[in-house]
Structures are given as structure tokens and as C-alpha cells.
């Protein structure tokens, strides 16, 4: 079986990793697995290194990047190229810009060579929402739609709610061609959080009775990191002595890092807030926190959860993609935010209900233990790479048999 993965970019978060682990693992003595990846813009980190840490080398369209350029006719070409040379039985893009060249050079690719090669496109988010204006996201969505009924033989969604948007919200596809299949981590890589839980708060200067809230994500306008800003300045603000002690930590980079410094130092959160960059020792960053906050406007299963929750750390998040699915049952509801089985999530992104979700986390050990406890069972039970890779093999296995 010969596989070819497309992806636009191998920039900074959960994808690039995603495919990197898919090509690895599934390329045996009876699968070929070649991976396929556009550039990373300037002011989003390369993450190639992950792809060579794992004995992976992608071929590189340098041309193929995440923004509509004219240099697409080139990536389409240079993709195409590459498919009539490697002759797959599977192709399998991800991500919305690999998505569209992929799968328009695969229809000509089975035009011209008359192979009956398998198209799989998986969607880790979608910008059907609060990336671009009304027009753009029509025009968008009309490719979406074009492109699931003529070149697309699977979709995969990596949650039942992104499903759920996407096919039933959006009209995307029919319901035959969806797959829901999770995200997969290495679970083995934060076997010992316990362990490692000072090696941070020592570097930060942290001390015991400090609660650290960590955001771990990119650095980018989707992202809304001026929410969790606003949320410092408020316990910065109004806190007394009866408050706990909060330090706010943002990992990652992005083309918004310099505006998100200013504002922390116009704010004077320079105290409070932390940024400390890209880190590659997730299993050192995440064990000195103790909430993991997402704040975004929109996502599809963000790795960042799903890696706190190995982690044994309780999660708070705006209620948006597969974080309704990580977070599980609701147990009780306050204005503006609802106390979950795995989590606290909050229904809109103003300030306050977040602040107040926070500071109801913040101060409950209790709660924060029963729900990181809880948090954990359901990530190792549901989200371990090997479950990823059976899935996905399975998937291969079934389209490989359908004439």
C-alpha cells in the first residue's frame, strides 16, 4: 500500500505532529508512507526538526504555504508532480490549504492516469468561523463543499462536535464519507509529571503557594490571547488577600508576540504574566502548571487540553470545537460559564465570565484534583498514538477493498 500525505505546513502545533507520527508508524514492510509539506511564513516557528527526530524527510513544496497566493498554480503542479511519481493508492491531505491543492491535483492525477487512487482529507480545525470576513468564508465553504462531492472519497473529523458543525451546521459532504477519528499523543512522554513538577517553578522563580495557569498554543489572532490579558488585569486588579496567588504563563510563539508583550507592559502585568516562547520540553512545562486555559474564538481538538489532561491538570476553556467533547457531562451551570465533568468551559469570551470561572478553579483544590483525576482516566483511555495508528490503518485498509 503506497500512501502519500499532504499537509500545507509544518509550522508550531498539533498537525505537524500528527502527520509526522502517521508517517512514521505506517510505513512497514507492507506500507509506503510518503509526506508532502509546504513552508512555514516568517513569524511561525519550522517545526521540520520534529519531522527529522522521527526518521522522517519530507518532500518540501516550497511554493505551498498557508495564505492564497498566486505561487498555488506552482504548488498544484509541483504536488501533482509528485503524485504521478510516487503512483499511491492513498492520498491523504490535511489541513484546509494542503486540502484544496491536494485534492485538486489528485482529481486530475485520476483524469489522467486512470488509477483508482483514494482521496482522505481530515480536518484538525476549520476557518468556517471568526478567521476571515463573510465573503471569504462563503467562498471557502463553496470550495469545501465542491471539492467533498467530486474528489474526496473520506472525511475524517477528529471529534463528534467538529463533525457535527462541519457536516450538519456547514452541509459539508455526505454522512457515509465522515470518519471520527481522535487525535492520538505520546502518553508515554508525561509518565512522570509528578516528578518534574519543580523543574519550571524553580526556573520561573515561582513560589509553592503560587497557582500557575498556563496557555500553550500559537501566538496568532484565532488564538485571542488579549482574553486571557484582560482576565490578568482583573485579578490583578481586583484580588486581596482572600484571592490565591496566580501567575499566568504563555508558551509559544507568533506573529502576535510583540503586540501581546506591549499590551502585557502597557497593562503593568509584567508581575503576572510570563511569556516564555516555544518550548520543546512539553513534558517539563506542563507538569509545573496547574490549569491549562484556552481561550480561542475557534478550534478543532486542541492538542494543548489534551496534553494537560495527561498531565493531570484541570482544564478551562471557551466552549469551542472538540473542547465540548474533552470536557465531557455538564455537572452544574453558573452565568456565563458551566462546571463540567473534565473542566470548567464558559459559553462566550467576555472577561468576567472567564475570570470568575477561573477564580472558582483557581480557588477549589478539590475540584482542580477531581477533575485532572478525572481528565487523565479519559486521555489515556481514548487519546494514546497507537489507538491514532490502528484507526487510521484500519481506515486505509477498508478503502484499499472498495472498488
Request: charged content about 30%.
Amino acid at each position: 500500500m503506497k500512501i502519500v500525505r499532504i499537509i500545507a505546513r509544518l509550522n508550531v502545533g498539533g498537525p505537524a505532529r500528527h502527520v509526522v507520527w502517521l508517517t512514521k508508524e505506517l510505513n512497514t514492510a507492507d506500507v509506503q508512507s510518503v509526506l508532502i509539506a509546504g513552508t512555514v511564513p516568517e513569524g511561525e516557528e519550522d517545526m521540520d526538526w520534529f519531522a527529522y527526530e522521527n526518521g522522517v524527510k519530507p518532500i518540501f513544496i516550497e511554493e505551498m504555504s498557508r495564505e492564497l497566493s498566486p505561487k498555488d498554480i506552482v504548488s498544484l503542479w509541483k504536488v501533482y508532480r509528485e503524485i504521478k511519481k510516487a503512483k499511491p493508492d492513498i492520498i491523504h491531505t490535511h489541513t484546509a490549504k494542503a486540502g484544496t491543492i491536494g485534492r485538486i491535483a489528485v482529481f486530475f492525477y485520476r483524469l489522467f492516469s486512470r488509477k483508482k487512487v483514494k482521496i482522505i482529507h481530515t480536518f484538525h480545525g476549520h476557518i468556517f468561523h471568526s478567521y476571515y470576513g463573510n465573503l471569504k468564508t462563503k467562498i471557502f465553504l463553496f470550495i469545501e463543499k465542491t471539492l467533498a462531492r467530486f474528489a474526496t472519497d473520506k472525511i475524517i473529523t477528529i471529534s463528534q462536535r467538529q463533525f457535527e458543525e462541519i457536516h450538519e451546521e456547514f452541509g459539508i459532504g455526505k454522512r457515509e464519507q465522515f470518519e471520527i477519528i481522535p487525535l492520538g499523543i505520546d502518553l508515554d512522554k508525561f509518565a512522570e509529571a509528578a516528578a518534574k513538577r519543580n523543574i519550571l517553578r524553580e526556573e520561573i522563580g515561582a513560589k509553592d503557594d503560587e497557582i500557575l495557569i498556563g496557555f500553550v498554543g500559537r501566538l496568532t489572532e484565532i488564538k485571542n490571547v488579549p482574553l486571557l490579558l484582560k482576565v490578568a488585569e482583573m485579578y490583578q486588579t481586583k484580588r486581596d488577600r482572600s484571592f490565591p496567588k496566580l501567575k499566568f504563563l504563555i508558551v509559544g510563539d507568533g506573529n502576535l508576540r510583540e503586540e501581546l508583550e506591549a499590551e502585557a507592559a502597557k497593562l503593568k502585568l509584567t508581575d503576572t504574566v510570563k511569556f516564555l516562547g516555544n518550548r520543546n520540553d512539553a513534558d517539563v512545562f506542563y507538569a509545573g502548571l496547574d490549569i491549562v486555559a484556552l481561550v480561542s474564538l475557534n478550534e478543532g481538538t486542541p492538542l494543548s487540553l489534551i496534553e494537560g489532561m495527561a498531565n493531570g491538570k484541570a482544564i478551562i476553556s471557551t466552549s469551542v470545537g472538540g473542547v465540548i467533547d474533552l470536557l465531557g457531562e455538564i455537572k452544574a451551570e453558573k452565568e456565563g460559564y458551566k462546571i463540567c465533568e473534565r473542566g470548567i468551559r464558559t459559553e462566550s469570551n467576555e472577561t468576567e465570565s472567564f475570570f470568575q470561572a477561573l477564580m472558582l478553579l483557581a480557588g477549589n483544590k478539590d475540584l482542580r484534583a477531581e477533575m485532572s483525576a478525572k481528565g487523565t482516566d479519559f486521555v489515556r483511555k481514548n487519546y494514546a498514538k497507537e489507538r491514532l495508528f490502528k484507526d487510521i490503518r484500519q481506515l486505509y485498509e477498508k478503502l484499499q477493498n472498495i472498488e
